[in-house]
């Protein structure tokens, strides 16, 4: 159904549009079982990257149970083009020096065997 209400001050209509849809019919259900489906648990990686902006080092905190042992960090300029890759060291903490990189925005990027992980990162000079 459509509906338009009388005009308000300076000749403004409000108007609404109401959809009616049927109750569905359980007779006619394609539903094979009731029971949901199982989720598989995935843990998605996280870093926390400090400081923001960057100046001279760029400091990468892995959160516990991250596997941190393989894979890289790089650092790639906006356009796709790759400045800088760092080997993960093992480590839950780490350091990436970023002071040859004039001031600008690029994209940090974590990549391991199951995950990659993208942020933004500002360098500031």
Request: aromatic share 8%.
């Amino acid at each position: 159904a459509f509906y338009v209400t009388n005009p308000f001050r300076g000749g403004i209509f409000k108007s609404e549009i109401v959809f009616e849809i049927p109750a569905p019919d359980p007779a006619r259900s394609t539903s094979r079982s009731k029971e949901p489906a199982p989720v598989k648990e995935t843990m998605d990686m996280d870093v926390n990257v400090f400081p923001t902006p960057a100046r001279d080092v760029l400091n990468l905190v892995f959160p516990g149970g991250f596997p941190v042992a393989e894979g890289v960090v790089s650092i790639h300029r906006m356009d796709g083009a790759q400045l800088q890759s760092v080997k993960l060291s093992g480590a839950s903490t780490m350091q990436v020096a970023v002071s040859h990189l004039p001031a600008g925005v690029y994209l940090l990027r974590v990549v391991t065997k199951t995950q990659t992980l993208q942020k933004v990162l500002t360098i500031t000079k």
